[in-house]
């Protein structure tokens, strides 16, 4: 079966300081992966999505940057941190092929900026 | 226009009532249904998809698709405060527009259930 880890669960960052999330996946191969953000009683914001190694797509310009080194590595990283960036940050992951294209979301990391 | 609507309620149920729960949805080409069940603090976690018209049960929950209306529904029978969360719906847009298997998410909908 498919897992999908994320660290740190909860991080408090300083305004200005650098960023790093990742999130992997166990148990599937080129999965299709994504990083959401969710506001305090807000909904989902796609930020990122990739279909493989390397590939990134942005959905709303910011400062924030993502990567995937591995097939199964997705990173979200800032350089300086704004107080914005506070939220619930969920990866996600769905088959790459096949019908409903199901997404499948980790446990999250709940970033506070101060 | 937004995309995928729900009311974000809350909507109140007393326990042992169906809970129905609604969306709606702006491009008629969109193509597979989903409803998620999210906890406060936790992530969301898949309840049911459905792609064709009419209903799918899957245990107490029973999810309705209407493609003429743009309606999709979720009715919970014998609610329990268990079901207490926020569910949202999510709509995969037409394939041409949909590289990478985007989901577009409502806001979701609260629902409490009351003993």
């Known amino acids: 079966s498919q897992t999908i880890h994320q660290w740190p669960a909860t991080l408090v960052q300083p305004v200005g300081s650098p960023l790093s999330l990742e999130c992997t996946v166990e148990g599937t191969s080129n999965p299709n992966l994504y990083w959401y953000r969710q506001a305090a009683g807000r909904g989902l914001q796609l930020l990122f999505y990739s279909v493989g190694i390397g590939q990134i797509s942005s959905e709303v310009p910011q400062n924030l940057s993502a990567s995937r080194p591995q097939d199964r590595q997705f990173i979200l990283s800032s350089k300086k941190l704004l107080l914005s960036d506070s939220g619930f940050y969920l990866c996600a992951w769905s088959p790459s092929s096949g019908g409903a294209r199901t997404q499948y979301f980790g446990p999250g990391t709940r970033l506070l900026v101060l | 226009q937004k995309e995928v609507e729900q009311n974000s309620g809350p909507l109140s149920v007393p326990e042992g009532a169906i809970a129905s729960l609604n969306c709606t949805y702006s491009?008629?080409?969109?193509?597979?249904f989903f409803w998620y069940r999210q906890y406060s603090g936790k992530s969301p976690e898949l309840i049911m998809f459905?792609?064709?018209?009419g209903d799918k049960e899957d245990g107490r929950f029973t999810a309705q698709l209407n493609k003429a209306s743009q309606y999709v529904s979720l009715l919970i029978r014998d609610s329990q405060p268990s079901d207490s969360a926020t569910y949202l719906c999510?709509?995969?847009?037409?394939?041409?527009?949909?590289?990478?298997?985007?989901?577009?998410f409502g806001q979701g909908t609260e629902l409490s259930v009351k003993p």
């Open positions: 491009d008629r080409g969109s193509q597979s």
């Open positions: 459905i792609y064709s018209n």
């Open positions: 999510a709509v995969t847009p037409p394939g041409i527009y949909n590289q990478g298997g985007k989901l577009i």
